[in-house]
């Protein structure tokens, strides 16, 4: 999480390509159609931009799914003995942070099957879990997710998370991936520790949408205020299934989509 600066003024942004920092970073990039990938890599990190106009018909959103797919197997590379852990962060109860735990939901667990011995090939070893935020639980998620992924043995972790950006084309319309990791809440300055590989022992894939911005974007007047799109709340859902969808193709080989009709 870095600061933009804007007109004189520092502006809060988690999308790795509006910092300053892609001034140094490796920058390729490729266009199909309306939909931009941006892959940059800074250091040893990798992030990859999926920029799109639109998802909220049919053939659109199936072309941002095939590109969200490839991009998602490229950081994956999933092995037989991989469990992986998917984590949806965030608030249930405000729809610009509920991305998470939306996401889970349309993700398919199979762990319970593999502890039973009663699973399919061309399936992997996938559980879930939905943190929710400090200030219901009483409990700094990372802490939370440091020990689910102790007990659940999870060798790889996808985090999905609710992201600012600092420009309102953006919003909604934007998926970052990384092998980073990720920081609760830093958008909204929030002091949580880190969850990377480093913290965890486990590889971190995190993906993350915009669906905020700070006030100053588009106002001069200093107020603590952020902003979001009238229709969140059919977008996000719409977004949750997108990703839900792309993580489960990735995921298991033997996958059969269940929302056709998007």
Same mark, same amino acid.
């Given at each position: ?24 970073? =490796? !920058? ?34 199936? /072309? ?10 490229? =950081? ?39 502890? @039973? ?25 990372? &802490? ?18 609710? @992201? ?10 934007? !998926? ?6 990720? /920081? ?5 300055? /929030?002091? =949580?520790? &880190? ?19 700070? !006030? ?19 977008? !996000?859902?719409?977004? /949750?299934?997108?990703?839900? &969808? ?8 033997? =996958? ?7």
């Amino acid at each position: 999480m870095q600061n933009k600066k804007i007109s004189n003024k520092e502006i809060r942004t988690d999308l790795i390509i509006e910092q300053k920092l892609m001034k140094d970073a =490796y !920058i390729q990039e490729e266009r199909k159609e309306d939909i931009i990938i941006t892959t940059s890599k800074i250091n040893s990190n990798y992030y990859t931009t999926i920029s799109f106009r639109d998802i909220t018909d049919k053939d659109n959103f199936n /072309s941002v799914l095939k590109i969200l797919v490839n991009e998602l197997k490229k =950081y994956l590379k999933v092995t037989k003995t991989d469990t992986i852990l998917v984590i949806g962060l965030g608030n249930s109860n405000s729809t610009p942070d509920s991305l998470g735990p939306l996401v889970v939901n349309h993700v398919l667990v199979t762990r319970y099957l593999f502890i @039973l011995g009663n699973v399919e090939s061309g399936y992997s070893n996938v559980c879930s879990f939905k943190p929710d935020v400090m200030g219901n639980t009483g409990i700094e998620t990372t &802490e939370i997710i440091n020990c689910i992924i102790k007990e659940s043995n999870a060798t790889k972790v996808i985090i999905i998370d609710s @992201l600012k950006a600092s420009n309102l084309k953006r919003l909604t319309k934007t !998926i970052q991936i990384t092998n980073k990791g990720i /920081s609760p809440g830093s958008g909204l300055n /929030s002091k =949580y520790k &880190e969850i990377s590989k480093k913290t965890t022992g486990a590889e971190i894939i995190a993906i993350g949408v915009p669906t905020v911005v700070d !006030i100053k974007t588009i106002s001069k007047k200093e107020k603590n205020l952020i902003v979001t799109p009238t229709d969140i709340d059919f977008i !996000i859902e719409k977004l /949750s299934i997108l990703i839900g &969808e792309a993580i489960n193709i990735s995921l298991h080989k033997n =996958y059969i989509r269940q929302n056709n009709n998007n």
